[in-house]
């Protein structure tokens, strides 16, 4: 069976690993959602997220890896007493869920926010017996 992984089917929210016959389940019943805008990012073994997050602050976020599937959710504002009515809402603040499928290989080492924007670094782990190596011709 080919896998053509540059077919718009494929979520570019699988990081880290090609085989992607035990997670296709899991993967067709997410939703592509454009809310909130994130960047991926590769640097050789070191993987980044970018999450936009105007106006959310870190204590209402819930970021959690299960297995290999990092989610970030918020469950929308709180309530406020205020009795302001807003003229122009332009800052989305509404309830998300991002799922991204990690690879088994790829470990999370941590998260921020600062300016509105969730950072979250992974790295690549290669175990010792999958890094090339040289063979000596005898």
């Known amino acids: 069976m080919l896998i053509n992984f540059t077919d718009p089917m494929f979520s ?3 990081l880290g690993f090609e ?3 035990d997670r296709f389940e899991r993967l067709s019943n997410e939703s592509q959602s454009g809310y909130p805008p994130y960047n991926i990012y590769k640097d050789g073994l070191n993987f980044q997220i970018e999450v936009a997050l105007a106006g959310i602050e870190k204590k209402d976020l819930d970021i959690e890896l299960s297995d290999a599937v990092l989610t970030i959710k918020y469950d929308g504002p709180k309530d406020t ?3 302001a009515e807003a003229l122009h809402r332009g800052i989305a ?3 998300f869920k991002l799922k991204f499928t990690l690879a088994e290989d790829l470990e999370v080492l941590g998260a921020s926010l600062k300016n509105g ?3 979250i670094d992974m790295e690549r782990v290669v175990p010792d017996h999958k890094k090339p190596r040289s063979i000596e011709v005898k």
């Open 81 to 83: 007493d205020s009795n």
């Open 12 to 14: 570019n929210r699988v």
């Open 93 to 95: 603040k509404r309830a």
């Open 117 to 119: 924007l969730l950072t």
């Open 19 to 21: 085989n992607l016959v």
